[in-house]
Nanobody, 125 residues
């Protein structure tokens, strides 16, 4: 089991940028991949981006491809989500999650288990 703590959310105007961080503690050896998800009010939680723990392969939802970048720094046990060209429809609570070994590739939305508490991102028009 791992503990995940997100930070970096806030209020930004459309077209602006934010960088979210997810600090991981606990059994990091049990991590195969990390993912970012988001949930807007009244909507289901959606996959945003995923990356294997070595940081060599990243995957994105079509809605954020070309605007968001996921990265991991193992030495810091931290996963980042750089969000550029933000749009009002990006407004949501963003959460990071862990995928243990044997639970499928990072882009597969199932298999993520431990979750952070989330950080609010609000994009004004």
């Amino acid at each position: 089991q791992v503990q995940l703590v997100e930070s970096g959310g806030g209020l930004v105007q459309a077209g602006g940028s934010l960088r979210l961080s997810c600090v991981v503690s606990g059994r990091t050896a049990s991590i195969a991949a990390m993912g970012w998800f988001r949930q807007a009010p009244g909507k289901e939680r959606d996959f945003v981006a995923g990356i294997n723990w070595s940081g060599t392969a990243a995957y994105y939802a079509d809605s954020v491809k070309g605007r968001f970048t996921i990265s991991s720094v193992n030495a810091k046990n931290t996963v980042y989500l750089q969000m550029n060209s933000l749009k009002p429809e990006d407004t949501a609570v963003y959460s990071c999650a862990r995928k243990p070994p044997g639970s499928g590739p990072p882009y597969q939305q199932t298999g993520y288990d431990d979750w952070g508490q989330g950080t609010q991102v609000t994009v004004s028009s």
